[in-house]
T-cell receptor
């Protein structure tokens, strides 16, 4: 089975500062990795995903993430955040074969301070 | 191209009652998954439907059941509601059953059981 640990439940950061949201996963098989964002009272929106190939993945809204197999990590980064990035961010993992559901972490609340 | 739509957006039920939540999948998507997101938690997989058949199930009791219709829309039914069933229920659709095709999430139905 797969599991995800998001190491920070809340991350406050000043506007235009860089941010890193940390995600570690556990799996005995190869995986796909995802980051989703959830704005208040909304569903989940896919930011980016790692399926294979280059370990640096670029997503929407200026976010990127790096897959590190040896560290079993998939940290999300943005060089300069905006007020509009305030939201809940979820890391998710699934097996990389067949039909397997997403397993989510508990989420990290990013609060951007003006 | 319409996204995933869920109805109703909010509802309140009494313990012991039954509830039906509805989901219309994105155009061209034939697979629907349901997730439960309790307050302060990440989404948890309930089950998935593909071609009107249940195609995978998470750790939820049989009182959680579902249907998928020929037009790929779906229902989630919960019988004998318990207080712990209070959560945001998210529907996600995808064009295939394999995870790498990506899921599109709806905005969810907020269920409160009193």
């Amino acid at each position: 089975a797969q599991s995800v640990t998001q190491l920070d439940s809340q991350v406050p950061v000043f506007e235009e500062a860089p941010v890193e949201l940390r995600c570690n996963y556990s799996s005995s098989v190869s995986v796909y990795l995802f980051w989703y964002v959830q704005y208040p009272n909304q569903g989940l929106q896919l930011l980016l995903k790692y399926l294979s190939g280059s370990t640096l993945v670029k997503g929407i809204n200026g976010f990127e993430a790096e897959f590190n197999k040896s560290q079993t990590s998939f940290h999300l980064r943005k060089p300069s955040v905006h007020i509009s990035d305030t939201a809940e961010y979820f890391c998710a993992v699934s097996r990389n074969s067949g039909n397997t559901p997403l397993v989510f972490g508990k989420g990290t609340r990013l609060s951007v301070i003006a | 191209e319409t996204g995933v739509t869920q109805s109703p957006t909010h509802l309140i039920k009494t313990r012991g009652q039954q509830v039906t939540l509805r989901c219309s999948s994105q155009s061209g998507h034939n697979t629907v998954s349901w997730y439960q997101q309790a307050l302060g938690q990440g989404p948890q997989f309930i089950f998935q439907y593909y071609r009107e058949e249940e195609n995978g199930r998470g750790n939820f009791p049989p009182r959680f059941s579902g249907l998928q219709f020929p037009n790929y829309s779906s229902e989630l039914n919960v019988n004998a509601l318990e207080l712990d069933d209070s959560a945001l229920y998210l529907c996600a659709s995808s064009p295939r059953t394999a995870t790498n095709y990506g899921y599109t999430f709806g905005s969810g139905t907020r269920l409160t059981v009193v």
